[in-house]
C-alpha cells in the first residue's frame, strides 16, 4: 500500500485535471481556476462513492474542529497549521461534493462512518467530542485539540485505503493518495508541536 | 490496513469483497506526549523506522506482553535499543497524553518500568473519552528510563503497546540522547528506505519536477524565500511568498509549513496563486 505514495509522487504532474476534458491538454491551475472545474469523469464504481460519501462526513467534521481551533488555539503555529487545513480541506470538501453532485449521487450518509463499529469501538472523533473542544478551558486547548485532530487524520488516512485499493475512478483514488500524504504531513506537524 | 466496516448504503457483498481481503493489527492508540517511540516514528524525528511511521495506532498484540512492540515482527524496529532511541527531559510528575482512533471499552491502562507495574488506571470497562491523559510520580525512577504504557482494551484479548523514553529529573521539555544523537540528526544521505515503506514526508524520493531540492527537509523550517526560489516541503511559507513550481511561478495565499502533497497545483489553490 506504501509504495503508492512514491506512485502518486512520480504521476502526480500528470494526473492533474487529467479528468476534465478528455482531450485537451490537462488545465493550468490559473488565478481564476476554480476547484468546480475539477472533473471526476463518468467511470466509478460503488466503492468510489461510499468512500466519497463517507469523507464528506468526515471533512464537516474536521471543518467543525478547525473553526473552533482557529479561534481558540493557544500557540501561533498551531493556529497557522490549522488556516492551513481549513483552507485546504474547504476546498477538497467542495470538490468531492462536486463529483458526488456530477453522478447523480447523495451526498449524505445516514449513519456516520465508523471503521470500528464491528468489534465496538467508537471513532475517534463524535459530535460530543467535537462540541466539547468549545467549553475545554484555555489551558488545556491545544492537547484537547491535537489529541482529537491526530486522531481524526488517523481515521482519514484509513478511509483512503478504502477508495485506494477498491476504487475506480483515477481522481477519487488520487485524492486517496493526497488525503494520505497531505494528513501524514499534518500529523507530522502536530505531533511536533505536540512535543514541544 | 484494510479493516472491516460498517456501511449501510452498501450492499454487504461489495463490502465484504474489497474491504475484508486483508485484516491485520487493528488500529487505535499510541502516546503522543512525551513522544512514545511509534510517535517519534510517525513524526519523522526517527526515521528509517518502517510502516510504523504512518500508523503508530496499530502496536496491538495480546494482553501481557512486556515488549515495545507487543511481540509483532511487523513492529520490530521499536525494540531495536540500536536505533539511539531519544530520551524525553521531564520533571518527575509526568502527564502521558494518548491519541486514541477508535475508542474502545477499556479494562484500563498500566505503566511499566523494567516489568515493575508502577500505575493502573482504571477503565471500568466503558468508552475512553477523547483525550486521554494520566499524570504519574516518577520520582523513585530518576535518570534514563524505558517507561512501557499499556492501553488493555475491555471486550478483546488485545492490548495496544507504546514505550516512551524519558530522562526522569532532567527537567521539562528538551530531548538528551545517551549517545551521539544518530537519530534525531539524520545524516545527510540517509540510507534507502525499505521499497515497501518510503518516509512518504521526504521531498519525493523520484523528483516530480526537474528541479526540485534533494535535501531532507530540515528539522527547523529555514527562513522562507520571497523571491521565486523553487518550492520545497518542509518550508514555512507566508503568505505573500512567491515560488517556481514546474515553472510557473505562485504565491502563497495562506501561511503553511509546507508538507508532500501540497505543493502548488490546481488542487491546492487555497494555499498558492498562480501568478
Redesign the interface.
Known amino acids: 500500500m506504501r509504495r503508492r505514495l512514491v506512485a502518486v509522487a512520480l504521476l502526480a504532474p500528470f494526473l492533474l485535471g487529467a479528468c476534465s476534458t478528455p482531450t485537451a491538454e490537462p488545465p493550468r491551475a490559473t488565478a481564476d481556476t476554480a476547484v468546480a472545474e475539477i472533473k471526476a469523469g463518468e467511470a466509478y464504481n460503488d466503492t468510489d462513492v461510499m468512500f466519497l460519501q463517507m469523507f464528506v462526513h468526515h471533512q464537516r467534521q474536521a471543518l467543525q474542529m478547525t473553526a473552533t481551533a482557529v479561534e481558540r488555539a493557544q500557540d501561533p503555529e498551531l493556529r497557522t497549521l490549522v488556516q492551513a487545513v481549513q483552507a485546504t480541506e474547504s476546498d477538497e470538501l467542495s470538490m468531492i461534493e462536486g463529483w458526488l453532485k456530477g453522478w447523480g449521487e447523495s451526498t449524505e450518509v445516514d449513519t456516520a462512518p465508523n471503521l470500528h463499529a464491528h468489534h465496538g469501538g467508537l471513532p475517534g472523533t463524535g459530535p460530543a467530542e467535537i462540541k466539547a473542544l468549545t467549553t475545554v478551558p484555555d489551558a488545556e486547548f491545544d492537547t484537547a485539540f491535537l489529541s482529537l485532530f491526530l486522531a481524526h487524520q488517523h481515521n482519514a488516512m484509513e478511509l483512503a485505503d478504502i477508495v485506494t485499493d477498491g476504487g475506480k475512478n483515477a481522481e477519487t483514488k488520487s485524492f486517496g493518495e493526497r488525503v494520505k500524504a497531505s494528513r501524514q504531513g499534518e500529523i507530522q506537524q502536530m505531533l511536533k508541536l505536540m512535543a514541544k | 490496513?484494510?479493516?472491516?466496516?460498517?456501511?449501510?448504503?452498501?450492499?454487504l457483498g461489495?463490502v465484504a469483497s474489497?474491504?475484508t481481503?486483508a485484516s491485520p493489527a487493528?488500529?487505535?492508540g499510541y502516546v503522543?506526549?512525551?513522544?512514545s517511540r511509534q510517535?517519534l516514528c510517525?513524526?519523522?524525528?526517527v526515521r528509517d523506522c518502517g510502516?510504523i511511521?504512518?500508523?503508530p495506532?496499530s502496536v496491538e498484540a495480546p494482553k501481557g506482553s512486556q515488549r515495545c512492540d507487543g511481540g509483532v515482527a511487523q513492529w520490530s524496529v521499536l525494540s531495536d535499543e540500536s536505533r539511539n532511541w531519544p530520551a524525553?527531559n521531564v520533571g518527575s510528575s509526568v502527564t502521558f497524553?494518548?491519541?486514541?482512533?477508535?475508542?474502545?471499552?477499556t479494562a484500563d491502562w498500566e505503566y511499566f518500568i523494567d516489568g515493575t507495574r508502577i500505575a493502573t488506571f482504571d477503565g471500568g470497562n466503558a468508552?475512553p473519552?477523547?483525550?486521554?491523559?494520566h499524570t504519574i510520580d516518577l520520582g523513585k525512577f530518576p535518570g534514563r528510563q524505558r517507561l512501557l504504557a499499556v492501553w488493555n482494551i475491555g471486550?478483546?484479548p488485545m492490548a495496544f503497546y507504546n514505550c516512551v523514553d524519558l530522562n526522569v529529573g532532567g527537567g521539562g521539555?528538551g530531548v538528551v540522547p545517551t549517545r551521539p544523537p544518530a537519530s534525531s540528526e539524520p545524516p545527510a544521505n540517509p540510507p534507502a528506505a525499505p521499497?515497501?515503506?518510503?518516509p512518504?514526508?521526504d521531498p519525493?524520493?523520484?523528483p516530480?519536477?526537474a528541479d526540485p531540492p534533494a535535501a531532507d527537509p530540515p528539522a527547523a523550517p529555514p527562513a522562507a524565500p520571497v523571491t521565486g526560489d523553487p518550492w520545497a516541503?518542509g518550508v514555512s511559507y507566508k503568505t505573500g511568498d512567491v515560488v517556481t513550481y514546474?515553472g510557473?511561478r505562485y504565491q502563497c495565499?495562506?501561511?503553511?509549513?509546507s508538507?508532500?502533497?501540497?505543493?502548488?497545483?490546481?488542487?491546492?489553490?487555497?494555499?498558492?496563486?498562480?501568478?
Open positions: 490496513m484494510r479493516r472491516k466496516i460498517s456501511y449501510p448504503l452498501v450492499a461489495m474489497s474491504l481481503v487493528q488500529a487505535h503522543s506526549n512525551p513522544p510517535a510517525a513524526a519523522g524525528t510502516p511511521q504512518f500508523e495506532q524525553r497524553t494518548w491519541v486514541l482512533t477508535a475508542r474502545h471499552r468508552q473519552d477523547a483525550t486521554v491523559s471486550d478483546t521539555g521499497p515497501a515503506a518510503p512518504a514526508a519525493p524520493a523520484a516530480p519536477a516541503a514546474e510557473t495565499r495562506q501561511g503553511h509549513t508538507l508532500n502533497s501540497w505543493e502548488p497545483s490546481i488542487y491546492t489553490l487555497a494555499l498558492w496563486l498562480p501568478l
